[in-house]
């Protein structure tokens, strides 16, 4: 199934749309998934809800995609950081907090 939008411009996300993905997110973007939920907030606008009653199925199988300007959800600043120097996740968020 392809879904058109009308406001951008492009064949595929990242493509000259106007919206600038980071490398790792175009890859993921561009994966086939049978089903995707995708939301989106900018400029503040609202704040994040997590999806809620998801199967263990859908957990596994179906990505959520939450599309953000990199400003603000609700009290939070969105920072994205690159190439972070630990594969341990958890020393990673204690290393960047410090």
Not at 21 to 38: G, K, N, S, T
Not at 58 to 69: G, H
């Amino acid at each position: 199934m392809t879904v058109h939008c009308g406001f951008v411009k492009g064949s595929k996300p990242d493509h000259q749309t106007g919206f600038d993905f980071d490398e790792f997110d175009l890859e993921e973007l561009q994966q086939f998934h049978e089903i995707i939920v995708a939301s989106a907030i900018f400029g503040n606008y609202d704040v994040i809800q997590q999806p809620m009653n998801i199967s263990e199925e859908a957990k596994k199988n179906v990505p959520f995609y939450m599309l953000n300007d990199g400003k603000r959800v609700g009290l939070w600043r969105i920072v994205v950081i690159h190439n972070v120097p630990y594969s341990d996740a958890r020393r990673n968020g204690k290393v960047s907090i410090l």
